[in-house]
């Protein structure tokens, strides 16, 4: 499966080209068959289902929008999602424990922005760590606020991670084995059969798919193992009426968690000792384990050729456990104090049922496409944390590990405390209108009927009580126009807003959260452009935008003790993305954000005292991120290639006093094709061996991992 070793150039914004869309590059006979398998990660006219639910391409949406398929996530080896997030415009993602989910973009971080399975909204930044990238499909991201496609959140974008499902095709069989530093390895395959003796009359069609990886670790003690299983079974009921039954699970398990590496004191710029640099403070028996399996039960049924409904009825269950001592800093005589254990059980359930009608038509006699549909779901969430005050003194040239269930407090095992229950209906609409030949406009619209119920089982007080229960209400939209400059060229201009939760999460908030106060509320504008250049040699897109987040939870500015409904931040950005056919067997791809992200309003609560952070950045928010990718095609079976990744500094605290440095990230690869299915690959990452923080708070800094080596073989029939 050699893919082409053409260079892109991505330089940017939230545009994405597409490489199906340029004009072909006169090629000799060595280096066609290459080229036509280039992937790249800016593609303008393939269908998306992230930035609206009409089908339409990247350059028919008003909106930023990129996607990575699955010949991009092979052809940069992506072993998980974040991997193949972090390559994507302005992301950046990072997966300690405690924020497993973590994602900064377009100057907001977690809850907002929504991270989907499917389409699947879970409402939980805990609940969406990363998965083995064997079992995606692709993924689709658009830029700003989003509720109105994806329910309330989405402030600063939404991400969404599509799996694999069975396919018409009759055999296919694809597998990858692959083994790098630290045991760092990797076993997966995928089948695809048409269910009958004869596959020109099949009707059903299955897909099995199924990864196993595991390693020990950079830092001491640090195991992981991960396992995915998908299957799916596609039925073609009737020339009209398709059913797809899917169901996956996902199990993650990781012994003697890294939490992070103390930073040397009395610096405003974080740094670890290097010396030290793999060490692990966590308890010896420390864990994190989860348990996901999903059912989706996908029906589509065409009415004519202009209408079509589809039913999507699904359900999701998951059990994450942690177990650990979480909080390290050194004190004066140099030695560590660890701190902060904690257990904890999440129980978390989502069912739900999805239903959606498209029609094509003609209004006031203009073309018109529209997408109609309820959606329903039912997410509870059972939450035991044991926390303790403990606190223990090691000295890091020597110490022991220690037992969690020798830790006074937490060692008396699981104590139920808290039950989230969250009913949601909903009603959406989308159209876009066909005004001229050049110009379209995009409109949507969604009202959400959220319900929570939330049932305490500790102890009772005024902020806590023992049932509390909140309604909203939020109205969200979109309202976009496209205007074609060229077959080739277009420019966009589009307003949405969103409503999300005040502070954290539905799936976890307390009445101290979201017990008196409304949804917050954003909104953006933004106008970019989508364009092919040099007779199609090269795609790029552009996107300026604004984004105000407001009426969220922060300290009152007169008592440190109250909260209130005041916070506002603003975010102001451009986007950049693009790829260049530089010669017939050079391509280069690159991507580039900039965002000045401020806190308008925010104050919090330090030594009894409510202090302003007017002005600030917010935390592990950084200003520039920026890709790099370079290959060459040397003949059709030999490829290599480079990579570049820059990210900003970014702050630790509030307060801006406390910073990690940026850093840059170089990695480098070499492929062979034995043969039309066999590929095997050479690649290392962090080639330089950069020391970097790939998120800081509190006193730590959670290094990324060292430099890497690693070979993997594919094969595909």
Same mark, same amino acid.
């Given at each position: 499966?050699?893919?082409?070793?053409?260079?892109?150039?991505?330089?940017?914004?939230? #545009?994405? #080209?597409?490489?199906?869309?340029?004009?072909?590059?006169?090629?000799?006979?060595?280096?066609?068959?290459?080229?036509?398998?280039?992937?790249?990660?800016?593609?303008?006219?393939?269908?998306?289902?992230?930035?609206?639910?009409?089908?339409?391409?990247?350059?028919?949406?008003?909106?930023?929008?990129?996607?990575?398929?699955?010949?991009?996530?092979?052809?940069?080896?992506?072993?998980?999602?974040?991997?193949?997030?972090?390559?994507?415009?302005?992301?950046?993602?990072?997966?300690?424990?405690?924020?497993?989910?973590?994602?900064?973009?377009?100057?907001?971080?977690?809850?907002?922005?929504?991270?989907?399975?499917?389409?699947?909204?879970?409402?939980?930044?805990?609940?969406?760590?990363?998965?083995?990238?064997?079992?995606?499909?692709?993924?689709?991201?658009?830029?700003?606020?989003?509720?109105?496609?994806?329910?309330?959140?989405?402030?600063?974008?939404?991400?969404?991670?599509?799996?694999?499902?069975?396919?018409?095709?009759?055999?296919?069989?694809?597998?990858?084995?692959?083994?790098?530093?630290?045991?760092?390895?990797?076993?997966?395959?995928?089948?695809?059969?048409?269910?009958?003796?004869?596959?020109?009359?099949?009707?059903?069609?299955?897909?099995?798919?199924? *990864?196993?990886?595991?390693?020990?670790?950079?830092?001491?003690?640090?195991?992981? /193992?991960?396992?995915?299983?998908?299957?799916?079974?596609?039925?073609?009921? *009737?020339?009209?009426?398709?059913?797809?039954?899917?169901?996956?699970?996902?199990?993650? /398990?990781?012994?003697?968690?890294?939490?992070?590496?103390?930073?040397?004191?009395?610096?405003?710029?974080? /740094?670890?000792?290097?010396?030290?640099?793999?060490?692990?403070?966590?308890?010896?028996?420390?864990?994190?384990?989860?348990?996901?399996?999903?059912?989706?039960?996908? !029906?589509?049924?065409?009415?004519?050729?202009?209408?079509?409904?589809?039913?999507?009825?699904?359900?999701?269950?998951?059990?994450?456990?942690?177990?650990?001592?979480?909080?390290?800093?050194?004190?004066?005589?140099?030695?560590?104090?660890?701190?902060?254990?904690?257990?904890?059980?999440?129980?978390?359930?989502?069912?739900?049922?999805?239903?959606?009608?498209?029609?094509?038509?003609?209004?006031?006699?203009?073309?018109?496409?529209?997408?109609?549909?309820?959606?329903?779901?039912?997410?509870?969430?059972?939450?035991?944390?044991?926390?303790?005050?403990?606190?223990?003194?090691?000295?890091?040239?020597?110490?022991?590990?220690?037992?969690?269930?020798?830790?006074?407090?937490?060692?008396?095992?699981?104590? /139920?405390?808290?039950?989230?229950?969250?009913?949601?209906?909903?009603?959406?609409?989308?159209?876009?209108?066909?005004?001229?030949?050049?110009?379209?406009?995009?409109?949507?619209?969604?009202?959400?009927?959220?319900?929570?119920?939330?049932?305490?089982?500790?102890?009772?007080?005024?902020?806590?009580?023992?049932?509390?229960?909140?309604?909203?209400?939020?109205?969200?939209?979109?309202?976009?126009?496209?205007?074609?400059?060229?077959?080739?060229?277009?420019?966009?201009?589009?307003?949405?807003?969103?409503?999300?939760?005040?502070?954290?999460?539905?799936?976890?908030?307390?009445?101290?959260?979201?017990?008196?106060?409304?949804?917050?509320?954003?909104?953006?504008?933004?106008?970019?452009?989508?364009?092919?250049?040099?007779?199609?040699?090269?795609?790029?897109?552009?996107?300026?935008?604004?984004?105000?987040?407001?009426?969220?939870?922060?300290?009152?500015?007169?008592?440190?003790?109250?909260?209130?409904?005041?916070?506002?931040?603003?975010?102001?950005?451009?986007?950049?993305?693009?790829?260049?056919?530089?010669?017939?067997? !050079?391509?280069?791809?690159?991507?580039?954000?900039?965002?000045?992200?401020?806190?308008?309003?925010?104050?919090?609560?330090?030594?009894?005292?409510?202090?302003?952070?007017?002005?600030?950045?917010?935390?592990?928010?950084?200003?520039?991120?920026?890709?790099?990718?370079?290959?060459?095609?040397?003949?059709?079976?030999?490829?290599?290639?480079?990579?570049?990744?820059?990210?900003?500094?970014?702050?630790?605290?509030?307060?801006?006093?406390?910073?990690?440095?940026?850093?840059?990230?170089?990695?480098?690869?070499?492929?062979?094709? !034995?043969?039309?299915?066999?590929? !095997?690959?050479?690649?290392?990452?962090?080639?330089?061996?950069?020391?970097?923080?790939?998120?800081?708070?509190?006193?730590?800094?959670?290094?990324?991992?060292?430099?890497?080596?690693?070979?993997?073989?594919?094969?595909?029939?």
């Amino acid at each position: 499966m050699i893919r082409n070793t053409s260079l892109v150039l991505l330089m940017g914004t939230t #545009c994405t #080209c597409a490489w199906a869309d340029v004009a072909p590059v006169q090629l000799d006979a060595t280096t066609i068959d290459a080229e036509q398998q280039a992937p790249s990660g800016v593609q303008l006219d393939e269908p998306i289902r992230t930035g609206s639910r009409l089908g339409l391409t990247a350059r028919q949406t008003p909106a930023s929008v990129s996607v990575s398929d699955r010949r991009v996530i092979e052809q940069r080896d992506a072993k998980d999602s974040q991997d193949v997030i972090n390559a994507m415009t302005g992301v950046n993602a990072s997966a300690n424990p405690g924020y497993g989910g973590f994602v900064a973009y377009r100057g907001f971080t977690q809850n907002q922005v929504t991270q989907l399975y499917n389409g699947i909204n879970l409402g939980y930044s805990s609940a969406t760590r990363p998965v083995d990238a064997w079992v995606l499909d692709r993924v689709e991201l658009i830029g700003g606020p989003s509720s109105f496609l994806h329910g309330a959140g989405a402030v600063g974008g939404s991400i969404n991670y599509i799996t694999k499902l069975a396919s018409r095709d009759a055999q296919t069989l694809d597998g990858r084995i692959r083994y790098g530093s630290y045991d760092d390895s990797e076993v997966a395959f995928g089948i695809n059969q048409a269910l009958a003796e004869n596959p020109a009359d099949a009707r059903h069609f299955a897909r099995l798919d199924f *990864s196993h990886s595991q390693g020990n670790g950079y830092i001491d003690r640090n195991q992981r /193992k991960t396992d995915s299983l998908a299957f799916s079974l596609l039925s073609d009921l *009737s020339p009209n009426l398709t059913h797809t039954l899917a169901l996956e699970y996902q199990e993650d /398990k990781e012994d003697s968690p890294y939490w992070g590496s103390p930073i040397l004191p009395g610096r405003s710029t974080m /740094k670890i000792d290097k010396s030290r640099r793999f060490e692990n403070y966590n308890v010896a028996d420390g864990r994190y384990e989860q348990r996901v399996r999903w059912l989706r039960s996908i !029906l589509d049924y065409q009415v004519s050729d202009s209408t079509s409904v589809q039913n999507t009825l699904y359900h999701y269950n998951a059990q994450r456990d942690y177990r650990n001592l979480e909080s390290y800093r050194y004190n004066s005589a140099g030695n560590v104090v660890r701190s902060s254990p904690y257990l904890q059980r999440h129980q978390q359930s989502v069912i739900g049922d999805r239903v959606e009608l498209r029609h094509d038509n003609s209004l006031f006699g203009l073309s018109s496409q529209w997408s109609l549909g309820l959606d329903w779901s039912s997410m509870h969430q059972t939450l035991y944390p044991t926390s303790g005050s403990y606190s223990d003194v090691v000295d890091p040239d020597h110490f022991a590990p220690g037992s969690f269930y020798d830790i006074p407090g937490v060692n008396r095992g699981l104590t /139920k405390q808290r039950r989230n229950e969250v009913l949601n209906r909903a009603l959406f609409a989308e159209n876009r209108l066909q005004l001229t030949d050049r110009l379209a406009l995009l409109t949507a619209l969604r009202y959400d009927y959220l319900d929570m119920q939330v049932t305490n089982y500790g102890p009772v007080s005024p902020s806590s009580p023992a049932y509390f229960e909140r309604r909203w209400e939020p109205l969200s939209g979109r309202i976009g126009l496209t205007y074609e400059l060229t077959p080739t060229a277009s420019v966009y201009l589009q307003y949405s807003n969103s409503a999300d939760l005040p502070a954290g999460s539905l799936a976890s908030a307390t009445y101290s959260n979201v017990g008196l106060f409304d949804l917050s509320k954003g909104e953006q504008w933004e106008a970019g452009s989508k364009f092919d250049f040099l007779d199609g040699r090269g795609a790029a897109t552009v996107a300026v935008y604004q984004i105000v987040r407001k009426d969220f939870a922060v300290r009152d500015a007169n008592d440190p003790n109250l909260t209130v409904q005041a916070g506002q931040q603003t975010s102001r950005g451009i986007e950049l993305s693009g790829r260049l056919q530089v010669t017939p067997k !050079l391509l280069a791809e690159a991507n580039y954000a900039y965002v000045d992200a401020r806190y308008d309003e925010f104050n919090e609560a330090v030594g009894g005292v409510s202090v302003s952070r007017k002005g600030n950045a917010p935390v592990n928010v950084p200003a520039n991120v920026a890709n790099l990718w370079l290959s060459y095609a040397f003949t059709q079976d030999w490829s290599a290639g480079v990579d570049a990744r820059y990210v900003d500094s970014v702050y630790a605290d509030n307060a801006n006093s406390l910073k990690a440095p940026a850093y840059t990230l170089f990695g480098a690869f070499a492929r062979y094709r !034995l043969d039309q299915h066999t590929t !095997l690959t050479g690649r290392v990452r962090n080639l330089t061996d950069e020391v970097y923080a790939k998120q800081a708070y509190g006193q730590q800094y959670y290094m990324g991992a060292p430099r890497t080596f690693e070979v993997a073989m594919d094969v595909k029939f």
